[in-house]
């Protein structure tokens, strides 16, 4: 059976992008809506620049224009000559050049023209505006009117008739200088009217024009204040503070105050001074306030002084207190004593286990290098041990909740000689069931995993019965010795199997990864074996350019 391939293709009508196809790889819109009316063929391609370009390249679109092509003048179709190679058209629209062997006139034109502003298309004479029937108007340029009217010096002048100007005379020999008896608009000079008509006399200037201008006068005209006093310059004036000859000292100081003062302490320091003016020094003496009444030299050598001072730094109050000659010493154990003034206190170790030594005054208490504990030692609190831990026993027993061994290596059996005859290993108390057991038993000479009435304290060769181990077992070399496997159906792929159990009949086994082999369904006869792609089975289909 021949295989059957199919282009990618889509139920609409827009055209597949760069994106969509490959170069070379053709792809159809099926238009389904419309029965493929629009229906094209595309083909990617690349341009001069070697970038991807799309083309249609047919299609029912383009066949079926083909198809409607004729010879009658039908709207959108394409011409397609008779046997005599002749069409029928309507209005042809194209640039002509050379001479036609038949051609004819025409009795309009397709579009009408304006001639000086005349619509004209060939069906009837036109008359222009300006232009007489018999065509013989002057051209020149003149006319008999203006068809517009202008004005000349404000009167409107179209050429019909002469006209005045305002201001010239008929003769035209005015005086055209520019000087007239009057303004025809007064104006004023210095606030007087002046229209030239008559002189005029300006408020200031005297006749003859020669009035003095630099700006002086004997007053002002509106007095100002200079310092306080009122100035017009009619009379000299003379300004507070300022003496006549005008050198007074203005630095800022004198030589006395206009009003003697008084300088006041209050306080825990009082002090009023003498009347001071500026002209000689004062000086006085301030009294402190008493807060202390208790005068006089205070402790001794049984006694030793009691100062009390305020917020000021001031001392408000003194006294004394005795000095202890004898004190008391007790302990955890025993009497008190009371230690007499000038006897000796002495801090005694023991042997082994406490030291004491006095430095500079000081007394030192603590452990020897090497300690020896005599009794039973509890300790409360965490136990830190920075050297080696030895513990000489029958036993050891660790209550913890978890014990966490920093060492990568725990050694059993340390000290053993000779031939080894007891098992060795790790027992798990299990309470009322039979403890478990990892180690390695030796009369097997075997590592053995199982359970028994054993404890911790059992020694020898332990009575273990065989338990099972449940774990993924690695070795590139298993002997299995006698027994059976039970339990295995499906073996892994990391294990060197298919990770099934069964495959389809005909189908065609492929990879899934570190998962089981996978299988494909039986295919048709024709069909090929196609990728699905990345992370996709592979499947029998026919060739099938999928759609877009």
């Keep these: 059976m021949p295989t059957i391939i199919q282009i990618k293709r889509s139920e609409g009508v827009t055209a597949p992008t760069t994106a969509q196809l490959a170069e070379a ?51 959108s179709t394409i011409v397609k000559r008779d046997a005599s190679g002749n069409f029928a058209a309507g209005t042809i629209t194209a640039a002509l050049t050379g001479n036609a062997s038949t051609a004819t006139s025409a009795a309009t034109l397709t579009t009408a023209r304006t001639i000086g502003g005349v619509s004209f298309d060939g069906s009837a004479n036109i008359n222009l505006p300006g232009v007489n029937t018999a065509g013989n108007q002057n051209t020149t340029g003149s006319a008999a009117t203006l068809t517009t009217a202008r004005t000349i010096g404000g009167v409107s002048f179209d050429g019909s008739a002469n006209i005045d100007l305002p201001g010239v005379n008929t003769a035209g020999n005015q005086n055209t200088t520019g000087s007239a008896a009057t303004l025809t ?17 300006l408020p200031g200037v005297n006749t003859a024009g020669n009035q003095n201008t630099t700006g002086s006068a004997a007053t002002l005209t509106t007095a100002r204040t200079i310092g306080g006093v009122s100035f017009d310059g009619s009379a000299n004036i003379n300004l507070p503070g300022v003496n006549s000859t005008g050198n007074q000292n203005t ?20 002090y009023t001074s003498g009347s001071f003016d500026g002209s000689g020094n004062v000086t006085g003496a301030g009294t402190l306030a008493t807060v202390n009444s208790n005068v006089g030299t205070f402790g001794s050598t049984t006694a030793v002084p009691v100062i009390t001072v305020n917020a000021k730094g001031l001392v408000t109050s003194v006294t004394t207190d005795n000095i202890s000659t004898s004190f008391t010493i007790a302990g955890g154990s025993g009497s008190p004593a009371v230690i007499a003034g000038g006897s000796t206190l002495t801090f005694a170790g023991t042997s082994n286990e406490i030291n004491t030594a006095i430095t500079a005054g000081q007394v030192q208490i603590g452990l020897p290098d090497d300690v020896t504990i005599g ?8 136990l830190v041990v920075s050297g080696n831990l030895t513990v000489n026993g029958t036993t050891t027993t660790v209550a913890t909740t978890n014990t966490v061994v920093s060492d990568l290596l725990l050694e059993l059996g340390n000290g053993v000689t000779g031939s080894p005859s007891s098992d060795a290993g790790i027992i798990i108390e299990r309470g009322s069931s039979n403890n478990a057991f990892m180690g390695f038993d030796e009369s097997e000479d075997k590592f053995i995993v199982g359970t028994g009435t054993f404890t ?12 099972t181990l449940l774990a993924n077992l690695e070795s590139s070399n298993v002997t299995i010795t006698g027994g059976s496997i039970t339990g295995i159906t499906d073996i892994t792929v990391a294990d060197g199997g298919t990770g099934a159990s069964t495959f389809t009949a005909n189908g065609v086994i492929f990879g899934n990864g570190t998962s089981a082999l996978g299988v494909t369904a039986t295919g048709t006869a024709g069909q090929v074996l196609v990728s699905g792609g990345s992370g996709a089975a592979p499947s029998f289909s026919n060739i099938d350019g999928g759609t877009f």
Aim: hydrophobic content about 35%; charged content about 15%.
């Design 25 to 75: 790889e053709l792809a159809y819109t099926q238009d389904k809506t419309n029965d493929g009316a629009s229906a094209k063929l595309y083909i990617e391609s690349l341009n001069n620049a070697g970038a991807a370009v799309i083309h249609a390249v047919g299609g029912k679109y383009y066949t079926d224009i083909v198809d409607a092509a004729t010879n009658n003048n039908t709207a």
């Design 185 to 201: 608009t007064a104006r004023t000079i210095g606030g007087v009217s002046f229209n030239g008509s008559a002189n005029i006399d």
């Design 251 to 270: 630095t800022g100081s004198a030589a006395t105050l206009t009003t003697a003062r008084t300088v006041a302490i209050t306080g825990d320091l009082t």
């Design 375 to 382: 009794q039973d030692l509890s300790v409360t609190r965490n």
């Design 456 to 467: 911790g304290a059992s020694t020898g060769n332990l009575t273990i019965t065989v338990g």
